[in-house]
């Protein structure tokens, strides 16, 4: 497996995720979620029906499909957001459109730092991130 990045507290108290109301408990957040919308730094992250992207959260244990590739990694909730760490991800080769949405997806979602449910939806935000999943079961 490739390793993605590892995003973990830092000192500085601009990396600190921002408080987030009604922050969800450990075990609200715990199931299977799909991207249904999101951005990224550079835009819109695309989403294609035939490569979804998939987000199981565990327990600590963050999982799924990025378009194309397998990830894995760490989650904690904390009292002020949500810190990921330790991610990696098998590579497989796909097609362009797909690697471009697995791409955006990949280098967004693990500098995200705040969480909460809305309307029953996970939004996991982050400095010029926004992704929006929908349960999936």
Wanted: glycine share 10%; hydrophobic share 40%.
């Amino acid at each position: 497996m490739a390793f993605l990045g590892a995003v973990v507290g830092c000192s500085a108290a601009s990396d600190e995720p921002k408080a987030t109301p009604g922050l969800p408990s450990f075990a609200a957040t715990n199931g299977s979620w799909i991207l249904v919308r999101g951005t990224g730094q550079d835009g819109d992250i695309p989403i294609l029906d035939e490569a979804p992207i998939s987000m199981v959260l565990a327990d600590g244990v963050v999982s799924g499909v990025a378009a194309c590739n397998q990830y894995e990694g760490g989650y904690r909730v904390t009292p002020r957001g949500i810190v990921f760490a330790g991610a990696s991800q098998n590579l497989m080769g796909c097609s362009e459109a797909v690697e471009t949405s697995e791409e955006a997806y990949t280098s967004s979602v693990f500098r995200s730092r705040e969480l909460a449910i809305v309307d029953d939806q996970l939004r996991i935000s982050g400095p010029d991130v926004e992704l929006v999943f929908d349960p999936f079961e």
